[in-house]
DNA sequence: GAACAATTGTTGTCGTCAACAACAATCTTC
DNA sequence: GAAGATTGTTGTTGACGACAACAATTGTTC
């Protein structure tokens, strides 16, 4: 109805509305938009981090085909063998019943071996197999690198600060 | 075969193996267990926070039954009306065919309502009802009763550090 | 030692979520 | 007006958390 453009909604004049991508630059289009609320909850910034690490993680070690679960699991087992599936699944706070498809991904490829425990005949002893180990050291160099990505993104110190705080959540 | 009863893998003598449950009081279980390089990885203790922060969000706000992602659009609904969905998905770092999903819900319960855009019949002005609103507003103490509950986990001055930290990514 | 309860690994289902791909309707641009 | 981009929508895929059930085995209790 009106002759002049308008935002809709906002009640604000459009300056160009959206289409100022015709000229040879595009809005960014994420910012100019107000959270208000939302910024101050912790969840919110917490979640956007946590999208932002493990999709670097991911793109970090795609060469190599290790997600963030997977590292995980095999770092623990790596760092004590012989525990039971139990064991690593409460440790890293993933279900047993997850942790059955992980394992058996990772015995697929030979990074990891269950061995039937000898004092309980229901139980698995975990181990990384040879080459295991000797990836997982590949793995966690790729890992550092990782970690040095995130050190860029906030700031080294920010980053220690951040472990410190969350330390009692590990 | 042996006597002595080993923990298998580690070689280290078991101390009443995991069986001191036995004794009226059951053992954590989740400590006690190395986790070596994996502590003092960013991802990890960020993963298990954001579990913990979302699973207190949702229990808080049980009785109204509003989940992260659903509060978080209607902030942004709410504070900027009129928007397009995309828009709000962008600014959310959702994808738009997700966010058709939350608003045929939130819709459907009158929170939020569609409106036909007047100067683009292709999309739609994204607006709270009356009582989306007042809604909103319910949302919002309870939402502030969890941001109490994360303060008092990690601390009131570690929640603000945390927020100015990962400023960058809301 | 027999009955009962608990644990371990496994399988399955359900709902949430991110990531893509495709599509019709519509708008922009040339 | 034709070509290309955008918007909302539908659908699929795979990762993930939560739950429930089950057989085999172990622990506990009388």
């Not at 690490?53 to 963030?68: C, M, N, S, W, Y």
Request: hydrophobic share 40%; aromatic share 4%; proline share 3%.
């Amino acid at each position: 109805m009106s002759s002049q453009a308008v935002r809709p909604g906002t009640g604000i004049p459009a300056r160009k509305s959206r289409s100022a991508k015709g000229r040879s630059q595009r809005i960014e289009a994420s910012d100019e938009i107000g959270l208000d609320a939302l910024v101050g909850h912790a969840g919110y910034a917490v979640r956007r981090f946590q999208l932002w690490i493990f999709q670097d993680f991911i793109k970090t070690l795609a060469a190599v085909d290790i997600k963030p679960t997977q590292y995980s699991v095999m770092t623990v087992i790596g760092a004590n063998p012989g525990l039971t599936q139990v064991a690593v699944a409460k440790r890293l706070g993933i279900e047993r019943a997850r942790l059955v498809h992980l394992l058996d991904s990772l015995e697929q490829r030979r990074l990891v071996k269950r061995v039937p425990s000898a004092t309980d005949r229901r139980s698995h002893a975990l181990h990384l197999t040879a080459q295991g180990q000797e990836q997982l050291r590949k793995f966690k160099r790729m890992a550092a690198e990782h970690d040095r990505h995130v050190a860029e993104k906030i700031g080294k110190e920010n980053r220690e600060r951040l472990l410190q705080i969350l330390s009692c959540f590990t």
